[in-house]
């Protein structure tokens, strides 16, 4: 799959928030295009058992948005790499 062309600044250049969340980690990330992420590893996120992160598409708001064409639910069980890719994709919306 190829993804669109887009800004290569670093994620952490997104990242516009970072909690400590029921014995883990919430990131939120949000993109020129006023799409972003919620990203987080806690007990009872999915894949925290594993180390395996959680991922849900947010809006301008920073609401759940489920009309992407990235996915209509959470992404559950991802690595960081698929966190990343992912991240892009959404920029690239």
């Not at 991922?55 to 209509?72: F, K, M, R």
Request: a negative charge; hydrophobic letters at 30%.
């Amino acid at each position: 799959m190829k993804i669109q062309n887009y800004n290569k600044k670093p994620l952490s250049e997104y990242l516009i928030e970072e909690n400590e969340i029921y014995n883990g980690v919430q990131k939120r990330f949000m993109f020129d295009n006023c799409q972003g992420a919620s990203v987080i590893k806690h007990d009872g996120s999915y894949g925290s058992e594993e180390g395996l992160w959680e991922l849900a598409v947010t809006d301008g708001a920073g609401d759940l948005d489920y009309s992407t064409e990235i996915t209509s639910d959470v992404l559950p069980r991802l690595t960081w790499n698929e966190v990343y890719a992912t991240l892009r994709r959404i920029q690239s919306l």
